[in-house]
């Protein structure tokens, strides 16, 4: 799943390539995916782009209609969705169908972007609208964690009295923007901190230290992404995960084998020796099995 370091790449590659460019049309291949209907999408028709954003996992195309309030095209890509950018798009609208193919947007010189998904059930998300406000899932973030506003404190009080694991808070949009399961695997790795630790049992220095190690890793990650086309992010992001998904591999800080325990409705990474004094963490819905 694309995290706030690919979609901030996600939205400076489609900054560079689609800004004054004016759209020909937008279509959905896969009706369920559009979440608005006020604007309808024929209301992008002559509109000019005049930039892109990122509010957490959100990747926002700003575009300027030959008359009326600007648009934002807004897309959250979820767990398997892509953007991939064309320089010649066909001239017929796509036929719906069971393919990858969710939304196609098309320029008047006859370049655009598909957004795709594997698998016939699409949770990639696309909204138009004139508030990015609007959206629920935009207005309920939680601060984003590369603002300046994000500061130690602020992460003091969101996890002050939170009887909750770490990594979930980690991930919890509501609490802070754009961290998601990846990034928060490899914060607590870099904290060296167990993800089942309580939010609410952290010294004020080690949330000193959590606060500089998840800007720390965001950053980086952002540094290793700038410049890459959307087509490289995917591989770059998987070179620069440290445990993530790297169960049964050796943690290049110690050595010791990266471990998986199951985590809400996934799975976590993490290295016994860095993270949790050497033992390994029970897999609970594995002993629950087995009663
Ligand atoms: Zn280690």
């Not at 759209?23 to 999408?41: C, G, H, M, N």
């Not at 320089?87 to 006859?110: H, Q």
Request: glycine fraction near 8%.
């Amino acid at each position: 799943m694309p995290e706030l370091p690919e979609v901030a790449a996600l939205a400076a590659d489609l900054r560079e390539r689609a800004v004054g460019r004016v759209i020909d049309r937008a279509d959905v291949a896969e009706f369920s995916v559009l979440k608005t209907y006020d604007p309808p999408l024929t209301a992008l028709r002559g509109a000019r782009i005049t930039g892109t954003a990122r509010r957490g996992k959100f990747l926002d195309l700003i575009a300027e209609p030959p008359e009326g309030a600007q648009l934002h095209l807004v897309t959250h890509l979820a767990r398997a969705g892509w953007l991939r950018w064309r320089d010649a798009m066909p001239d017929a609208p796509p036929k719906p169908g069971k393919g990858p193919l969710a939304f196609r947007l098309r320029f008047t010189d006859g370049s655009g972007f598909d957004l795709t998904e594997a698998g016939t059930r699409k949770r990639l998300a696309v909204y138009l609208t004139t508030d990015i406000n609007q959206i629920p899932g935009v207005a309920s973030l939680g601060p984003e964690p590369l603002d300046a506003s994000f500061t130690p404190e602020v992460l003091a009080a969101i996890l002050g009295g939170r009887r909750t694991q770490i990594k979930g808070v980690l991930r919890d949009q509501k609490l802070i923007a754009g961290i998601g399961n990846a990034y928060s695997d490899e914060v607590l790795h870099a904290a060296k901190m167990s993800p089942f630790r309580l939010a609410s049992s952290l010294s004020p220095q080690e949330i000193a230290d959590l606060h500089a190690v998840i800007v720390g890793t965001l950053r980086e990650a952002i540094d290793r992404s700038d410049g890459l086309a959307a087509s490289d992010l995917k591989k770059e992001k998987k070179a620069g995960l440290r445990v993530h998904g790297r169960a049964g591999e050796a943690c290049p800080v110690c050595g010791d084998t990266v471990r998986e325990v199951s985590f809400a409705d996934s799975a976590l990474q993490y290295c016994p020796t860095c993270q949790t004094g050497g033992k390994p963490l029970a897999d609970r819905r594995m002993s629950r099995l087995l009663k």
